[in-house]
Structures are given as structure tokens and as C-alpha cells.
């Protein structure tokens, strides 16, 4: 009968296994000095996305094809009040930032200057 070797009874040199999280994904660990394992995760990603040049291609959008805001927030599937506060400040939330992919432009695109 063998009894599992616990990190604080691990050696220093010893490689610790890969640790995994929900989906499979493996994350890196790292053992202290008092041997006990420690997750390290990466830094999470912003909720929100800015870019000034991203509302320069929209209105450039609106312009071109004779859209009104009301439309296109409605093409997006967003209200209009949240199209006006991202064409004032600049800022958006991830995901309604990639939902205006419907212009025809990756996000990628839309954030590279015309």
C-alpha cells in the first residue's frame, strides 16, 4: 500500500504536475518555500475596450452607407443610448464591441487607422 506524497513533503528538485482548471486548460504552479503549491494565473483581460479610432470608423460607417444611429444601434443589437456613450467616450464593453463585426469589419479592423 503506497500513501500520496503530499507538496509539502515533496523534495525541492521535484517537478510538480500541471494543474488544470475547468475545460481542461492547464495553468502554471509554482512550489514556495514551505512547499506548498500556488497557482499562478494569468492577468485577467479588460471587460471594456477604448478606442478613439474605432468611433472615427463608425461614424465613417454611418456617413457612408446614410444610417442613423437608431438603425445601426439596432444592426448591433444594442440600445441607442450605449451607441451614444461609445461614440462620446470612446469606451465599450467587450462584447458589444464585437457585435459590431456587423459592419463588415473584424474588430482587428476596426481598431487599425483607416
Known amino acids: 500500500m503506497s500513501i500520496p506524497v503530499q507538496a509539502s513533503q515533496q ?4 517537478a510538480l ?4 482548471i475547468a475545460g481542461g486548460q492547464s495553468i502554471a504552479t509554482q512550489e514556495s518555500d514551505l512547499g506548498t503549491r500556488a497557482v499562478i ?4 483581460s479588460a471587460g471594456t475596450v477604448s478606442s478613439r479610432e474605432a468611433v472615427n470608423r463608425v461614424d465613417a460607417y454611418l456617413r457612408e452607407n446614410a444610417i442613423g444611429l437608431t438603425a ?7 440600445a ?8 462620446r467616450t ?16 473584424t474588430p482587428e479592423e476596426l ?4
Open 90 to 105: 470612446g469606451k465599450i464593453r467587450r462584447d458589444l464591441f464585437h457585435a459590431i463585426k456587423a459592419m463588415g469589419l
Open 17 to 20: 504536475p500541471p494543474a488544470t
Open 80 to 87: 441607442d443610448r450605449t451607441l451614444r456613450n461609445f461614440r
Open 41 to 44: 494565473r494569468a492577468p485577467r
Open 72 to 78: 445601426f444601434a439596432t444592426k448591433v443589437r444594442m
Open 111 to 114: 481598431m487599425r487607422p483607416k
Open 11 to 14: 523534495d525541492e528538485g521535484t
